[in-house]
T-cell receptor, first 116, second 116 residues
Framework: KAGVTQTPRYLIKTRGQQVTLSCSPI?????VSWYQQTPGQGLQFLFEYFSETQRNKGNFPGRFSGRQFSNSRSEMNVSTLELGDSALYLC???????????????FGQGTRLTVV | AQTVTQSQPEMSVQEAETVTLSCTYD???????LFWYKQPPSRQMILVIR??????QNATENRFSVNFQKAAKSFSLKISDSQLGDAAMYFC?????????????FGAGTILRVKS
């Protein structure tokens, strides 16, 4: 069974540009969450999607957005990139249904974004 | 809001010895899940062990066990018979059982070094 796949693995962008990151969850998983990991702030929750709907959102500016497609694949977009957006972006998928809160989250290997 | 604190930025252990990583958390909720994740240099987060707050029995997974003290809001990880492959960053994480979804709140992490 294939794991969570994130593309691309590495990305270099210029300040002011926008970027789109992709996450393909494990087959059958309907929940996709995104996290930002930086040395200074650690791991922070960005948002979660379930069945194409955003279910939870962290405390990030509106420049960070996401979406989920009918096949559960998810994309996150960052517009008007700032130097501080340089980070490892991790995606996690899980089976989580409406009444199931205890399911494990499986993580991808992340996308390393560098903003110059 | 919930917070997770890992007070040990770095720990070292001799191969075959036992090491304990500390984690405390703050929450007003009575029902939640706690996790320990391992992040090796490959960057992929791997679930090590999980604990449901309503269970008094401490979780164990082979060489990994936890000491869950709900009243003290403490959740430490014990690694027995440490192996070179255990070297990684370890994150303690909290998830509410009262909210739908898979929003994880992470601690800052502890780097574990294993000496041969």
């Amino acid at each position: 069974k294939a794991g969570v796949t994130q593309t691309p693995r590495y990305l270099i962008k210029t300040r002011g540009q926008q970027v789109t990151l992709s996450c393909s969850p494990i087959s059958g998983h309907r929940s996709v969450s995104w996290y930002q990991q930086t040395p200074g702030q650690g791991l922070q929750f960005l948002f979660e999607y379930f069945s194409e709907t955003q279910r939870n959102k962290g405390n990030f500016p509106g420049r960070f957005s996401g979406r989920q497609f009918s096949n559960s694949r998810s994309e996150m977009n960052v517009s008007t990139l700032e130097l501080g957006d340089s980070a490892l972006y991790l995606c996690a998928s899980s089976l989580l249904g409406i009444h199931d809160s205890g399911t494990e989250a499986f993580f991808g290997q992340g996308t390393r974004l560098t903003v110059v | 809001a919930q917070t997770v604190t890992q007070s040990q930025p770095e720990m070292s252990v001799q191969e075959a010895e036992t090491v304990t990583l500390s984690c405390t958390y703050d929450t007003s909720e009575s029902d939640y899940y706690l996790f320990w994740y391992k992040q090796p240099p490959s960057r992929q987060m791997i679930l090590v062990i999980r604990q449901e707050a309503y269970k008094q029995q401490n979780a164990t997974e082979n060489r990994f066990s936890v000491n869950f003290q709900k009243a003290a809001k403490s959740f430490s990880l014990k690694i027995s018979d440490s192996q070179l492959g255990d070297a990684a960053m370890y994150f303690c994480a909290y998830r509410s059982a009262l909210e739908y979804g898979n929003k994880l709140v992470f601690g800052a992490g502890t780097i574990l070094r294993v000496k041969s």
